[in-house]
């Protein structure tokens, strides 16, 4: 069993910056995060591998978003820029035990967060 526990999220006005951290109670292989707004389909956000030597971004959050590592704490961080109303959704800290490619999906993932909203303002 892995237990995820995210911190951080809130209301920040378009432009503006969060961060959201998650935290493990085990090593796990990949880690991600995904965004579900409401009426819609939970989504990949980002992802990060083991040694988070690799890191994987979905198109719509490229150079405003990044994901980062630390295995030594077994946490993961989603650090958001240049926010847009877009970007509301309640974000959920993903972490799978076994090793796959699959980067993307939501069924690649076992073991999930609770879910921390963000809300950005226009």
């Known amino acids: 069993q892995v237990q995820l526990v995210e911190s951080g999220g809130g209301l920040v006005q378009t432009g503006g910056s969060l961060r959201v951290s998650c935290a493990a109670s085990?090593?796990?292989?990949?880690m991600g995060w995904f965004r579900q707004a409401p009426g819609k389909e939970r989504e990949f956000v980002a992802a990060?591998?083991?040694?988070?030597?690799?890191?994987y971004l979905s198109d719509s959050v490229k150079g405003r978003f990044t994901i980062s590592r630390d295995l030594a704490k077994n946490t993961v961080e989603l650090q958001m820029n240049s926010l847009k109303p877009d970007d509301t959704a309640v974000y959920y800290c993903?972490?799978?035990?076994?090793?796959?490619?699959?980067?993307?999906?939501?069924?690649?993932?076992?073991?999930w967060g609770q879910g921390t909203q963000v809300t950005v303002s226009s």
């Open positions: 990060i591998t083991l040694t988070g030597d690799s890191t």
């Open positions: 085990r090593r796990t292989f990949s």
């Open positions: 993903a972490a799978r035990t076994y090793y796959t490619t699959n980067i993307y999906s939501p069924l690649a993932y076992d073991y």
